[in-house]
């Protein structure tokens, strides 16, 4: 099946610094990236949309100069948490599709702001 | 609006059979997923419907009825690893992902 990968696995930094989560297809080109949020005992929030080489689609109430998305590539999305704060401790997990089906889940990323 | 609706907790009993509703309200319908997710981790596919009836796939199978809007995810032989959330999620007409909340399985000795 196909692989996504996620780098750093977690990652535990001092509030105000800013984060970068990479998000790779590993066997596979990916058209669409999705990264989404879950915090503890809820469900997965998408927070916004990528396609290689335009902008990403942000859902509502997630803030774009916040949490800046790159997809520079059909194997590589980034997600930089800016300006981190507690709040924004979360376990942030991406996917991603190839055509119009089935999403691949990378591991995720655990994120802890101190 | 999109709506997604399953139950939020469950509990069975090890060997036993279980059987996990959804119920979706979407705009547009281009197939069902259900996922497997446990704590501290990220989803696992499980199974995809697009056309009324039953997909079976080992001890897992699903349902799904286009007309009345609703999948069931049945788990058959229960086993104590089976214990996690199943997320059920419809593609909508613009191919995005709805998720429910997901319904946590709890399995009992």
């Known amino acids: 099946g196909a692989v996504v990968s996620q780098h750093p696995s977690w990652v535990i930094c001092k509030s105000g610094t800013s984060v970068k989560i990479e998000c790779r297809s590993l066997d596979f080109q990916a058209t669409t990236m999705f990264w989404y949020r879950q915090f503890p005992k809820q469900s997965l929030m998408l927070m916004a949309t990528?396609?290689?080489?335009?902008?990403?689609?942000?859902e509502q109430g997630v803030e774009k100069d916040k949490f800046l998305i790159n997809h520079a590539s059909l194997t590589l999305s980034t997600l930089t948490v800016t300006s981190a704060h507690p709040e924004d401790s979360s376990f942030y997990i991406c996917?991603?599709?190839?055509?119009?089906?089935?999403?691949?889940f990378g591991p995720g990323t655990r994120l802890t702001v101190l | 609006g999109q709506n997604i609706d399953q139950p939020t907790e469950m509990t069975a009993t090890e060997g036993a059979i279980v059987q996990i509703n959804c119920t979706y309200q979407?705009?547009?319908?281009?197939?069902l997923f259900w996922y497997q997710q446990h704590a501290g981790e990220a989803p696992t596919f499980l199974s995809y419907n697009v056309l009324d009836g039953l997909e079976e796939k080992g001890r897992f199978s699903s349902f799904l009825s286009r007309s009345k809007g609703y999948s069931y995810l049945l788990l058959k032989e229960l086993q104590m690893k089976d214990s996690a959330s199943y997320l059920c999620?419809?593609?909508?007409?613009?191919?995005?992902?709805?998720w429910g909340a997901g319904t946590k399985l709890i399995i009992k000795p």
């Open positions: 979407t705009s547009g319908f281009n197939g």
């Open positions: 999620a419809v593609m909508d007409s613009n191919y995005q992902l709805i």
């Open positions: 996917s991603a599709r190839t055509g119009e089906r089935e999403q691949f």
């Open positions: 990528s396609n290689e080489g335009s902008k990403a689609t942000y």
